[in-house]
């Protein structure tokens, strides 16, 4: 999929070797140095740290001392970075357009966002990714002229100051910005690295759990054909185990991610709404498309709950499964965290696939 947006694609035309990738979360920055190691990537460093705390925006000043504080933290020689934005600060969509170039799609995205992608955006940069079609137009009827088909696309948009915000912060921290990638298509470049097969022939739902929000991504046969964010994550599952079972929010997480059954019935009211959230949306595409979701594939730091799986699974009728984001890496990191990215894999699968969508 690889899709990022327009304001860098000169620079990213550059192959290069090694990228910083950073997803900011709303409770934690997950991070990962990549390397090109001739045909293979191998993950060098990740990072995990807590999310600058702000009131109402994040300003670039402390953007940029965090951005310094995740380059340290990777101990990283190059400083080409690419950027996540949230699921909320970017929307992406399914849409057809004329036959034109990339460039003149943006224009016509950007001048007419109504028409094409059914609301107004002011001040947004456009990004377009041109999905291959499977099949050959049909040759045209002799006497008749020939119907040019619209190509179908995907269409990737953001606050214009949002991006220049982050393109300005990289520069002060000191990095070079590469790309600014949405996190929604992060999950989906990963899995299209990880697991091949299953995203070019099968009909899978990518479910990823956010602090805040979760989003679910509806592939069909290698094609992104429904998106949606959910304002459902970890945090209120945590919050509510809390508060239900009087205890602090840290022994609410501790218990959340271990196998306590003593919790099930309590973690099941909380689970409820997010399930019931994300079969309104197989059912929504089933019922267009006329074709069932196969299997539900979970990333995420929730993902690590094999109860929340189970429970997930009782609520969409379909098989849901944790899946490894670092299956197709080369691991070379250092001592501690080679043996701790079992347990932290799920929640980089963001980051990888960002930097998936520069390389």
């Known amino acids: 999929m690889q899709l990022g947006l327009p304001f860098l694609n000169n620079i990213a035309k550059k192959k290069r070797n090694q990228m910083i990738s950073v997803d900011l979360g709303s409770r934690s920055t997950k991070a990962v140095l990549l390397e090109r190691r001739g045909e293979v990537f191998a993950l060098t460093r990740y990072a995990l740290l807590d999310a600058p705390i702000f009131e109402k925006t994040l300003s670039r000043e402390l953007l940029a001392e965090h951005l310094k504080a995740v380059y340290e933290a990777l101990e ?22 004329p036959q034109i170039p990339v460039d ?190 196969s299997q539900v594939y979970v990333s995420g730091g929730s993902a690590r709950s094999e109860l929340i799986l189970q429970m997930l699974h009782s609520e969409l009728v379909v098989d849901c499964k944790a899946w490894d984001p670092t299956v197709f890496l080369q691991l070379a990191l250092p001592g501690q965290q080679a043996v701790e990215i079992e347990h932290v894999a799920p929640q980089l699968t963001v980051a990888i696939g960002a930097a998936m969508a520069a390389f």
Not at 76 to 97: F, H, M, Q, S, Y
Not at 115 to 121: T, V
């Open 76 to 97: 990283a020689k190059t400083k080409v970075v690419t950027l996540a934005i949230g699921v909320n600060d970017a929307i992406v969509r399914p849409v057809e357009l």
């Open 104 to 293: 003149e799609m943006r224009l016509v995205l950007k001048n007419n966002p109504k028409g094409y992608l059914q609301q107004d955006l002011p001040n947004r940069v456009f990004d377009c990714y041109i999905i291959p079609p499977k099949s050959s137009p049909k040759p045209a009827e002799a006497g008749k002229t020939p119907v040019i088909p619209k190509l179908k696309v995907l269409v990737a948009g953001a606050k214009k100051e949002l991006v220049e915000d982050f393109q300005t912060a990289i520069r002060d921290a000191g990095l070079v910005a590469d790309h600014i990638v949405p996190g929604l298509i992060g999950p989906v470049n990963t899995f299209e690295m990880a697991m091949p097969e299953a995203f070019a022939n099968n009909t899978v739902a990518l479910v990823d759990i956010g602090f805040k929000n979760s989003s679910i991504c509806i592939l069909q046969q290698g094609e992104l054909v429904l998106s949606r964010v959910v304002g459902l994550g970890g945090d209120k599952l945590t919050a509510g185990l809390a508060e239900t079972m009087n205890i602090s929010y840290a022994e609410a997480e501790g218990i959340k991610i271990g196998m306590a059954p003593e919790i099930q019935s309590t973690l099941e009211t909380q689970v409820l709404p997010l399930g019931r959230e994300l079969r309104a949306s197989l059912d929504f595409f089933e019922h267009q498309q006329d074709r069932p979701v």
